[in-house]
């Protein structure tokens, strides 16, 4: 959570600033500030609200000159959100300035430290203590280098950070650093951009250096040297980007949400891309690095993640063990990571996050290792940390995704949980004609979704009709219950409304008691098995007042007279049937926030990647 931009170069800063936190907003998006050098001084300006109204202020009253300067978009943990908590934050003296991404734990006692050495303070954030640090430890030692003074003062700092300072007295310099919280150095001619994520340099140059934890660098316009806290200089290597800038924009939709639910054919397409065996009875994953006996060996599988990730674990296991027949488990990240699960020996994790970064996923990552497991990645952002720390693991390749609310990358997720329980069913019992049979269903997928595509505008109708519902109930059975979570999770963040999902027939356990004229209970029936069942539930629902919006594939029963409204659906393998049922409620989700007018884009209280605990 939290945006940071900085750069040192040639060019004019203040507009590189603003377009970096234009294409970092999704990581939070309640206030954001820039500051820059200009004739010796740290010049800045802030603002509470979104990136534009920082760029409307800044081009009247923001005219300094300048080529070197730092930037942030907050996401609000210390201090409600006002200009004053507003990052860059400057030191007492304004000699250093400072943006910070995390959270200082031990800010009460380093602050108490500080106002006894007569420090001031003027935000109620924890980042101000660190502008103020730096400069008690530059006044401490005026000798050293700018990189040293923020080491030094690091050295005090327990919590997560990733950080850039800005400073006066070193005029051609940023000092970044990290724990926990990823940067990046962006590597120019002439100039160096440093960023959180790389969607904010991808227009400026592909070779990228990530910061580890614990690393501290020093970034001037021609060089850059990484040392860590403790020991001493750090061999980087340069990684190739390979992202499209126009991956950023909007290209000429209303909302990246919308953009993205619509790119879903080419998002599944490039997760499944080359990944097929040649004789397309099993998929294969150049990232996976296990041979076949140790693919056989395994005998369970964990999975850990959080929020959309989770949901599309929860799906990958009624998929594995349907086909697969391994036992799954699918754990909270955030519950993982402070539980002392006994797990057996010959299991094998693994990870699942789109942007690579979450925090939870990544302490729950750590602890698997620590145990000793071996830990695969699913991740969607190329380099994050999450791909860099785990043993092994598989790109989805579903391109940048902006919308904070998830649709390709979970769609894409799916993708690639199906094809393993695809890969761990052609090891075990499945034989090559039905592995046949559902890589061809797997390849099918983009042109079935396409299809679902189609339903768009019958959806928004729907959603126009029935968005002031007080209640909305997502139902499903077996591997539709995730995607009803999903469902319910879509609408709650982008639309703000009360939105719960159960396993269709636990409606009756007591979830019926919210059914009212003013509920809408939407059903994913898309599977043939238990569809009797759901036909009764649905008259349940409806000799109660309740109305009922039907997502179905089905063509025996009629639908239209059971239900309220009816989105109809291709039907598909089984294997591949929760993704194409996923799309209708994205498209649900965004037309009832759009139809309540809410920026659908940037849900309140919300950050694309939580890298905060
Ligand atoms: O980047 P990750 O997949 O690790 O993110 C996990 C969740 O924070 C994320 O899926 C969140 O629930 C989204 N806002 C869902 O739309």
Redesign the pocket.
Known sequence: MCGIIGYVGQKQVKSILINGLKRLEYRGYDSAGIAVLAQGEICTMKCVGKVAELAAKAQTHFPYASTIGIGHTRWATHGNVSEKNAHPHLSDGNYFAVVHNGIVENYLQIKAFLLEKRYHFYSDTDTEILANLIDYHYRKAMQCSFGEIVRKSLLHVEGTYGLAVLSSIFPDEIIVARKSSPLLIGLGYGENIIASDAAAVARYTQRVVYLNDEEIASIRSDNFLVTTLREGVVDTVCHNLDLEVRDADLAGYPYYMLKEIFEQPSSIENAMRGRFTEDNSSSKFGGLSLAPQELRSVKRLLFC???????ACLAGKYLIEKYARIPVDVEY?SEFRYRNAPFQSDTLVFV???????I??LAALYEAKRKGYTVMGI???VGST?ARTTDAGIYQHAGLEM?????K??TS?LTILSMLALLFARQRDMDSFTGQQYACALKSLPAAINEVLQSSKQIRHIAEKYCNQKHFLFLGRQVMYPIAL?GA??LK?IAYVHAEAFPTAEMKHGPIALISEQSLCIFVATQRELLEKTVNNIQEVKARGGKVVAIINDKKYIWEELCDEVIRIPEVHGGVNPIVSAIPLQFLAYYIGVTLGCDVDR?RN?A???TVE
């Open positions: 993640a959080c929020g959309t990730a989770y949901y990240a699942v996050s789109q942007s690579g970064e979450t939870d996923t991740t969607n952002v999450i919308g904070v609310a998830s649709t990358a979970f997720q999903e999770l879509k963040e849900p919300l694309k990647s939580v």
